[in-house]
């Protein structure tokens, strides 16, 4: 038996969090952030350069742990594909900071069965 039932809007931004999750393990990122900005709603993005390309990401758009405000023009990131784990470099610093969308899979689970 449940404890907890989540609402219809609860369910759907708890989905939305998962998926979010989802989709940021299943990138890779190597390279040197070079800008970061807002944009509607003050969602949060920042391109790279990784090597030969900039790459306009959209990693931190959803996430929750304020990784977006750690990070800043000129650190070096990477992360690898099914990690949440963001490697960040930068003078005097080199650390992991771990990506958190906020899903419960708990409730995820509890809504298959």
Same mark, same amino acid.
């Given at each position: 038996?449940r404890k ?5 809007? $609860?369910?759907?931004? !708890? !989905?939305? #969090?998962?998926?979010?999750?989802? !989709?940021?393990?299943? &990138?890779?990122?190597?390279?040197? &952030?070079?800008?970061?900005? %807002? &944009? #509607?709603? *003050?969602?949060? *993005?920042? *391109?790279? %350069?990784?090597? *030969? ?5 959209? =990693? =931190? =758009? ?22 949440? #784990? @963001?490697?960040?470099?930068? #003078?005097? @610093?080199?650390?992991? @900071?771990? =990506? ?5 899979? $708990?409730a995820i689970?509890? !809504? &298959?069965?």
């Amino acid at each position: 038996m449940r404890k907890f039932m989540m609402s219809g809007h $609860e369910d759907r931004l !708890n !989905n939305r #969090a998962c998926v979010e999750e989802s !989709n940021a393990s299943d &990138i890779l990122i190597q390279g040197v &952030i070079i800008e970061k900005y %807002l &944009i #509607a709603r *003050k969602l949060r *993005k920042f *391109k790279y %350069l990784d090597g *030969k390309d900039t790459i306009d990401s959209e =990693l =931190l =758009l959803f996430e929750t742990s304020k990784v977006y405000d750690f990070v800043h023009v000129g650190d070096t990131l990477s992360k690898s594909v099914g990690s949440l #784990a @963001l490697k960040l470099k930068r #003078a005097n @610093l080199d650390t992991v @900071l771990v =990506l958190d969308y906020s899903c419960d899979h $708990e409730a995820i689970k509890e !809504n &298959i069965k």
